[in-house]
């Protein structure tokens, strides 16, 4: 069982940055594949990051150049950095982890989830 724990969501204007946390459990940052995930009210949950065991790692074409994933494997957290951010970029953002097979961009074979964290981006 993978526990993850999200922050460091809140409120910026556009053009701000924010930098968002995911703490796990049983090493799940340095052995599995993890993603960082999105969902505005009314739409569908989305990829935005994805990263494997090895760090390889794929964007959405709508973050790229914007945001950053890094992950700090002994303390078991994973990052993901936001800057230059826009008013649709507003969700609540949850970390998952996938700990069997390669990354996927779907979300429905991840299994395990946080709780999310609220970004809203705002005049």
């Known amino acids: 069982q993978v526990q993850l724990v999200e922050s460091g969501g809140g409120s910026v204007q556009p053009g701000g940055s924010l930098k968002l946390s995911c703490a796990a459990s049983?090493?799940?940052?340095?052995?599995?594949?993890m993603a960082w995930f999105r969902q505005a009210p009314g739409k569908e949950r989305e990829v935005v990051v994805i990263?494997?065991?090895?760090?390889?790692?794929n964007y959405a074409d709508s973050v790229k150049g914007r945001f950053a994933i890094s992950k700090d494997n002994a303390k078991n957290i994973l990052y993901l950095q936001m800057n230059n951010m826009k008013p649709e970029y507003t969700a609540m953002y949850y970390c998952a982890v996938r700990t069997i097979f390669m990354c996927s961009w779907s979300a429905d074979v991840y299994d395990y989830w946080g709780q999310g964290t609220q970004v809203t981006v705002s005049s």
């Open positions: 049983e090493n799940a940052v340095s052995n599995y594949c």
């Open positions: 990263t494997d065991r090895d760090g390889q790692t």
